[in-house]
């Protein structure tokens, strides 16, 4: 069974740096893209990355790169994302998801979230 | 970037009626077209992908069509269980990008 396990809700400071993770199972990780969305609090759905563990190659949406970093660990089949320095702006759920390799490069699997608040 | 635009941003409907979603990508994605459900408090759920491939499980009152730049998805007869907000997402290229959302409300 396909699972993504993402770590709990942060509550940090603005100028603090987090990463937050996303461990996966029940599936050849180095196989798949992985990929990160942000849900702002009551907006829709934004994707900000994926990254391939098979060759380390990453892709960033114009409005993400060099706010964020997505990167992995494939000893423990976990993906991460993460901020230098927080800002407000940044309070948000986070989701990863898995992008299928067949069909048309659709989310199939999604992890159950994570919040970030960030707050003085 | 390829911009995502779904019409309606809401929609009322009740119990048993058919109700149609429309998403429009701004260049032409072919199929590389798909609709997720997302309920309050819950991760987005695939329902269709490749714009019309029903996923694994979803009951099949969802359908979704068309292809290049129009797309829709209908839902043949509303059940409780499908009010949420819908998402259809381009994955034709990098970055990726998702509609701004259509949220169905009971009426």
């Known amino acids: 069974e396909v699972q993504l396990v993402q770590s709990g809700a942060e509550v940090k400071k603005p100028g603090e740096s987090l990463k937050i993770s996303c461990k996966t199972s029940g599936y050849s990780f180095t196989n798949y893209w992985i990929g990160w969305v942000r849900q702002m609090p009551g907006k829709g759905l934004e994707w900000m990355g994926i990254?391939?563990?098979?060759?380390?190659?990453?892709r960033y949406s114009p409005s993400f790169r060099g706010q964020v970093t997505i990167s992995v660990d494939k000893s423990i089949s976990t993906a991460y994302l993460q901020w230098s320095s927080l800002k407000t702006s940044d309070t948000a759920m986070y989701y990863c998801a898995r992008e299928a390799t067949t069909s048309r490069q659709q989310l199939d699997y999604w992890g159950q979230g994570t919040l970030v608040t960030v707050s003085s | 970037d390829i911009q995502m635009t779904q019409s309606p941003s809401s929609l009322s409907a009740s119990v048993g009626d058919r109700v149609t979603f429309t998403c429009r990508a701004s260049?032409?994605?072919?199929?590389?077209l798909n609709w997720y459900q997302q309920k309050p408090g819950k991760a987005p759920k695939l329902l269709i992908y490749a714009a019309s491939s029903l996923q694994s499980g979803v009951p099949s009152r969802f359908s979704g069509s068309g292809s290049g730049t129009d797309f829709t998805l209908t839902v043949s007869s509303l059940q409780p269980e499908d009010f949420a907000t819908y998402y259809c997402q381009q994955s034709y290229s990098t970055p990726r990008t998702f509609g701004q959302g259509t949220k169905l409300e009971i009426k």
């Open positions: 990254f391939y563990p098979g060759d380390s190659d990453t």
């Open positions: 260049q032409s994605i072919g199929s590389y």
